[in-house]
């Protein structure tokens, strides 16, 4: 499966932003998919992730209740809506999918086979 993220940007700190992560060549829906984002000079981490099905979530403690993950299987996209932003919030921000045989929701990035390209995310204070 092909991964294209976009929706990146810069937004003062406050603001909002809406990521797509739009799949492509594979059945979108057998595959759990996660948002993770790299700072300069730091590890990439986990933002968030949906489950195959039942769509079952999960969050970074760093960005529960500002950010929000969600599907469409109909138009094999994955968002992430961010709210409240923070200067700290600044990354490039990556999707990531993997297949899975139950909804289970990944947090691992070692867990995930695919990857798109990322998304810049810029926050100013």
């Known amino acids: 499966v092909q991964l294209q993220a976009s929706g990146g940007g810069l937004v003062h700190a406050g603001g909002s932003l809406r990521l797509s992560c739009a799949a492509s060549?594979?059945?979108?829906?057998?595959?759990?998919v996660g948002w993770f984002r790299q700072a300069p000079g730091k590890e990439r981490e986990f933002v968030a992730a949906i489950s195959r099905s039942i769509f079952s979530t999960a969050y970074a403690d760093s960005v529960k209740g500002r950010f929000a993950i969600s599907r469409d299987n109909a138009k094999n996209t994955v968002y992430l809506q961010m709210n409240s932003l923070k200067p700290e919030d600044t990354a490039v921000y990556y999707c990531a999918a993997d297949y899975r045989r139950r909804p289970d929701v990944p947090r691992n990035r070692a867990e995930y086979d695919y990857w798109g390209q990322g998304t810049l995310v810029t926050v100013s204070s």
């Open positions: 060549g594979g059945t979108f829906s057998w595959y759990a």
